[in-house]
């Protein structure tokens, strides 16, 4: 797990766009953070204009993993973020080639020697994390990969024959990619609270997305989809496959190899409950002992699920590390670090902080920590997803029920159902459930703005519940997944300098996610059903039982208590991005209604927030709208 940054310019023959040392300085400060072992620059002999830079975090092959690394000739080098966990077969695959390896057992070895084996299916020989990038001098062509479900980020700037690419946007920005920004992404940032791939909220600056490569030349660029998340078809469950709880454990098996001490996220849910005693059986079948599992509590009663964390850690027999936080006072410092030194784009999902706290709580133990990510995309664990079946399978009493909960219960969950209601279509009705700001509310914040753009495509729209809730599944596999979930793990763990696994993203396990039927996965109730039932032995009852609470803090509480006036005289200041008297009065209102109890607003208010930090700390430029 590491972090990189380089550019590439082709036409050199002047001297001209030579990056300085001093640049480079630059860009090392803003990935330091994630790679506090070593750092490494090169330049090409040949082309004074190329170079690239890495920042490491040593978790496998301590020793001989240094890079960028190079092959036997100086002609092909990578910088590569992630962890390969095939690498050994790999390895013995290409040795069987006549490739000859230097190093002991680096993970980044296999992508040199891998490309001139394979070039462009290089990645998908690849089981594991991973971002990279390979320029080879001899083809003068610049290959950049991202793993399948997007797991490690990868940003890159096409401009004046040269490419630029980074692992993070501050980095990008310090090798000197520039960019206006359009209000077509801002639009699209308030409606939704994050930008998906290949989205950034600067105009000529993309994420590559998850499961693509890109190939760059003199000349041209081209890139590829090598994979993507499967169609969500069912099968038979009694077909000839392995069982589920195999393919997951297998995963699991896989990603428990590293040089370094490893760890687990506990919190006392599904997912990290069943990923921490797969973790336990194989650490006692190894004969390692028990495994280390971390959590998290705050004072605040609704937000604390240590209790749930410690029934888990004693069930399965780990060590388990319970830490209590009280960070209300430094949030905005926080977050002003996390904007300047890893998001550099407003992200309005809270749920950073809380996972900023866990890593840091979690890097006291081991630099190397497993999580249950991906879970409640692949099989079926968010509200929403029981939202639209119910929709889909009785319109009418959907209707009724909507009605009736906007009379006893204005909760904001009530709220969004009842506005998905009064839509026909599907998407229409996963954006009312899923959205931040209306249409009508983004107006008021960007006066004269454009209409929302589509970032999100609605895979299918059918009139059954089976369909409308596997295509609500595989939208957030390959937008909200990528986009939000996972880039806010990547954020938070490597601003800790903390690599973070997630056995549940496996293409395998996610591949078999695919074909369970949607009444394995769940019903008007509860979802989760099929992991619930095959490691019904490593849940207790008091955990399988339980309703899905989210992993957040309560920022609401501090928006009203200590963060009250630090969000008013951000927000609302003279340096502020809202300068309409119409944006500043719908903030203001906002402001008042969350204070007085009458609306819950954190999420909005959140986001407006991070826009607002994003506009101190970015020093962003606006653009014209693009059309």
Not at 242 to 264: E, F, G, K, R, Y
Request: glycine share 8%; hydrophobic share 40%.
């Amino acid at each position: 797990m590491c972090g990189f940054a380089g550019i590439i310019q082709w036409d050199n023959t002047a001297g001209n766009g030579i990056i300085t040392d001093a640049r480079l300085d630059t860009v090392d400060e803003r990935l330091a953070h994630r790679g506090p072992d070593g750092a490494g620059r090169w330049r090409d002999p040949h082309n004074a204009a190329c170079v690239l830079l890495h920042r490491r975090l040593s978790i496998v092959d301590k020793a001989g993993g240094a890079q960028p690394m190079a092959n036997e000739d100086q002609r092909v080098h990578v910088v590569f973020n992630g962890e390969i966990y095939n690498h050994r077969e790999l390895r013995q695959q290409l040795e069987q080639s006549g490739h000859t390896f230097v190093s002991d057992h680096s993970d980044t070895e296999v992508l040199v020697h891998g490309w001139e084996q394979w070039n462009t299916g290089l990645p998908e020989k690849l089981t594991g994390m991973f971002a990279f990038a390979i320029w080879d001098s001899r083809q003068q062509a610049l290959f950049l990969a991202r793993d399948r479900m997007g797991q490690k980020p990868l940003f890159y700037h096409h401009a004046a024959g040269r490419l630029y690419f980074a692992s993070t946007i501050p980095a990008l920005m310090a090798l000197g990619a520039r960019g206006t920004v359009s209000k077509e992404s801002l639009a699209g940032y308030l409606s939704h609270g994050y930008l998906p791939p290949p989205y950034t909220i600067y105009e000529n600056t993309f994420q590559l997305p998850e499961g693509y490569w890109l190939r760059a030349g003199k000349d041209n660029l081209r890139t590829e989809h090598y994979w993507q998340s499967p169609q969500l078809t069912a099968v038979d469950p009694g077909d000839s496959r392995a069982d589920l709880a195999t393919v997951i454990s297998s995963a699991v098996a896989s990603q428990m190899h590293a040089d370094v001490p490893m760890a687990c996220f506990l919190s006392g849910g599904i997912d990290s409950t069943i990923i921490a005693g797969l973790m336990q059986r194989h650490a006692e079948k190894a004969g390692s002992g028990r495994i280390q599992t971390i959590s998290i509590g705050f004072a605040e009663a609704a937000f604390d699920e240590t209790a749930f964390a410690q029934i888990a850690a004693r069930h399965i027999g780990s060590e388990h590390h319970t830490f209590q936080v009280s960070a209300g006072d430094d949030v905005i410092e926080t977050l002003q670090w996390l904007m300047r030194y890893t998001l550099g784009e407003p992200f309005a999902d809270s749920s950073i902080l809380p996972t900023y706290y866990l890593a840091n709580c979690a890097r006291m133990v081991a630099p190397c920590a497993i999580s249950g990510d991906g879970g409640d995309e692949l099989f079926a664990g968010y509200d929403r997803y029981r939202a639209l079946g119910l929709m889909a399978e009785t319109p009418r009493l959907s209707r009724v029920l909507a009605n009736a909960q906007m009379l006893v219960n204005r909760t904001e969950r009530a709220r969004r159902f009842h506005a998905a209601t009064q839509y026909h279509r599907w998407p229409q009705r996963y954006a009312a459930l899923t959205r931040l700001f209306s249409p009508a509310n983004i107006q008021a914040l960007l006066p004269d703005g454009p209409d929302i753009p589509l970032f999100l495509n609605w895979p299918k729209d059918q009139d059954h519940a089976d369909d409308v809730v596997r295509a609500a599944m595989q939208l957030d596999q390959r937008h909200y997944l990528p986009g939000d979930v996972l880039w806010k793990v990547d954020s938070a763990s490597m601003a800790n300098a903390l690599e973070v696994r997630s056995p549940l993203l496996d293409h395998h396990v996610v591949a078999y996610a695919a074909t369970l039927p949607t009444t394995a996965l769940l019903n008007s109730r509860t979802g989760k059903l099929e992991l619930k039932k095959r490691f019904s032995d490593l849940l207790p009852d008091a955990i399988s039982g339980r309703s899905k609470q989210g992993f957040g803090l309560p920022i609401g509480q501090w928006f009203r208590q200590q963060l009250h006036d630090p969000l008013r005289d951000l927000l609302l200041s003279r340096e502020s991005f809202f300068q309409s008297p119409g944006s500043r009065q719908f903030l203001e209102q906002m402001i008042a209604e969350h204070q007085a109890l009458r609306r819950d607003h954190t999420h909005r208010l959140f986001a407006c927030l991070m826009l607002e930090l994003w506009h101190r700390e970015c020093q962003i430029i606006i653009g014209p709208s693009v059309t």
